[in-house]
């Protein structure tokens, strides 16, 4: 056995070590940073979760990097504690996206949301179906088992429509500018390109429910 490969078995250990902390973010190390990793708002405001900590994502299911971020939000959603509540709140940038806010108050409507949003951001992103045409998704759904004429209906209601001025409302209240965007609490703000990567949001959302729930309890 030469000399180089005991010097490389040896070193291997460290440099693992080092690659992985060199592969986690920096805030990884310690808490977060006010002003770089989120940001408090100026102007807190009012959750609609009750005595729970809010947490609002804002997406589309017209982004790409909102459908990168999905299956890391769904894995994280499945530890979410009792005293915390995930809304998702959908954004207005383009008339495409109107379209596609209404996909998904359509099937939170009709309780068919956390089942079907994957398969959304799969037709969308990989297989070039234009969901933003109503027709295109009603025919869509009813072949996820969902009765098109219901589909329908829902999708063109008055309670639809509603909900998807109340989303620009609430857009336009935290001054969104790009998504994926999350609100803790009504107050914290922070991002993917914030932390680093989607993968590490779920541990900086964590970490700003926790302050949120300290400064709550102070309160």
């Given at each position: 056995?030469?000399?180089?490969?005991?010097?490389?078995?040896?070193?291997?250990p460290?440099?693992?070590?080092?690659?992985t902390?060199?592969a986690?973010?920096?805030?990884?190390?310690?808490d977060?940073?006010?002003?770089?990793?989120?940001?408090?708002?100026?102007?807190?405001?009012?959750?609609?979760?009750?005595?729970?900590?809010?947490?609002?994502e804002?997406?589309?299911?017209?982004?790409?990097?909102?459908?990168?971020?999905?299956?890391?939000?769904?894995?994280?959603?499945?530890t979410?504690?009792?005293?915390?509540?995930?809304?998702?709140?959908?954004?207005?940038?383009?008339?495409?996206?109107i379209?596609l806010?209404?996909v998904?108050?359509?099937?939170?409507?009709?309780?068919e949301?956390?089942?079907l949003?994957?398969?959304?951001?799969?037709?969308?992103?990989?297989?070039?179906?234009?969901l933003?045409?109503?027709?295109?998704?009603?025919?869509?759904?009813?072949?996820?088992?969902?009765d098109?004429?219901?589909?329908?209906?829902?999708?063109?209601?008055?309670?639809?429509?509603g909900?998807?001025?109340r989303?620009?409302?609430?857009g336009?209240a935290?001054?969104?500018?790009?998504?994926?965007?999350?609100i803790?609490?009504?107050?914290?703000?922070?991002?993917?390109?914030?932390?680093?990567?989607h993968?590490?949001?779920?541990?900086?959302?964590?970490?700003?429910?926790a302050?949120?729930?300290?400064?709550?309890?102070?309160?």
């Amino acid at each position: 056995m030469s000399s180089t490969y005991l010097l490389i078995s040896r070193l291997l250990p460290f440099v693992a070590a080092a690659l992985t902390v060199f592969a986690s973010p920096a805030w990884a190390q310690g808490d977060l940073q006010e002003g770089k990793q989120y940001v408090r708002l100026k102007i807190a405001q009012p959750v609609e979760t009750g005595n729970k900590i809010e947490v609002i994502e804002f997406f589309s299911y017209g982004c790409p990097h909102c459908a990168d971020l999905e299956p890391i939000l769904g894995t994280w959603l499945k530890t979410l504690p009792p005293d915390v509540q995930l809304r998702r709140v959908p954004v207005l940038f383009q008339d495409r996206w109107i379209a596609l806010a209404k996909v998904y108050f359509t099937l939170d409507a009709l309780g068919e949301e956390a089942r079907l949003t994957p398969d959304v951001f799969a037709a969308i992103h990989k297989q070039g179906v234009n969901l933003a045409s109503d027709k295109i998704f009603f025919d869509w759904a009813a072949t996820k088992g969902l009765d098109r004429k219901k589909v329908e209906d829902m999708y063109n209601s008055f309670g639809i429509a509603g909900k998807v001025n109340r989303a620009k409302s609430v857009g336009g209240a935290y001054n969104v500018q790009s998504v994926p965007y999350v609100i803790v609490d009504g107050k914290f703000a922070t991002a993917s390109d914030r932390v680093g990567t989607h993968a590490a949001l779920p541990a900086a959302i964590d970490s700003l429910i926790a302050k949120a729930r300290t400064e709550r309890t102070k309160h």
